[in-house]
């Protein structure tokens, strides 16, 4: 998933943006249109991971299953 200010992100908005130059756009417009359709994609936006480091150091860390066992 390309994230905005990656090289790969960088280079679909250049393409999208080609795409719609012949709209009749001004370039603001047509700068917050792609933009909007880039970050809007589901498919675009960074996934989260679920690994062990996300919930914080372990000392911190809710504590899973049933207690009072």
Do not use: C, F, I, W
Request: charged share 40%; net charge positive; no cysteine.
């Amino acid at each position: 998933m390309p994230r905005p200010g990656s090289h790969s992100y960088d280079t679909e908005r250049a393409r999208r943006r080609k795409d719609l130059e012949g709209k009749g756009l001004s370039e603001q417009e047509l700068g917050e249109r792609v933009n909007k359709g880039l970050q809007s994609d589901p498919a675009k936006r960074p996934q989260k991971t679920g690994g062990d480091r996300a919930a914080g150091p372990k000392s911190e860390r809710p504590t899973r299953g049933r207690e009072g066992e």
